[in-house]
């Protein structure tokens, strides 16, 4: 009888410690994101051809109103509510999963992506639209700008996709 008690309490203090573990990563990815965006909205409000850093890499400042790439262009209130209420579910469902993650790696992966979720979520209920100033190029070719928030979302699902493969099969358990 005491052996059960004594795993529903370390079950909680697992679950408790793998929501810290999201939390943290989280409000950071939120933190730098906002962070970036105002000064990127700051500093490159009057550059409208945006300003080269490498031959590869410009800071440019655009605004996009529907999902990654543009995808599913939300005007209005109704589509930025609608928006925002996908992206809602999407984080409980992520948290969800995160908690339940078995590793480090995997929670990280996922704090990272609640964290840029959350991020891009506050720049669309405060201005409808999120806010991009990052744009790769080469040979002409411009990769879609993007943010902080879409660069942790990325990182994320690669060390999910790390942490489910590679890191899996290394384990044996």
């Not at 590869?56 to 209420?85: E, K, Q, W």
């Not at 669309?124 to 990769?143: K, M, Q, T, Y």
Request: charged fraction near 15%; include cysteine.
């Amino acid at each position: 009888m005491e052996g059960q008690w004594a795993k529903r309490l370390d079950a909680a203090l697992i679950g408790t410690k793998n929501w810290m573990d999201l939390g943290v990563v989280a409000a950071a990815v939120v933190f730098a994101d906002v962070l970036s965006k105002q000064v990127a909205v700051f500093w490159l409000s009057g550059a409208p051809l945006g300003v080269a850093v490498t031959p590869f890499f410009n800071l440019r400042l655009s605004y996009n109103s529907g999902i990654s790439f543009s995808l599913l262009s939300a005007t209005g209130p109704g589509g930025v509510i609608g928006l925002l209420a996908f992206a809602a579910v999407m984080v409980v469902a992520l948290a969800r999963s995160g908690v339940r993650a078995s590793g480090a790696i995997e929670r990280i992966g996922y704090g990272l992506i609640i964290g840029g979720a959350l991020g891009n979520m506050v720049d669309r209920a405060r201005d409808g639209f999120v806010s991009d100033f990052i744009d790769a190029h080469a040979f002409g070719w411009h990769w879609p700008s993007f943010n902080l928030a879409d660069v942790a979302i990325t990182c994320g699902t690669a060390l999910i996709l790390v942490s489910c493969t590679v890191l899996s099969r290394a384990d044996p358990a």
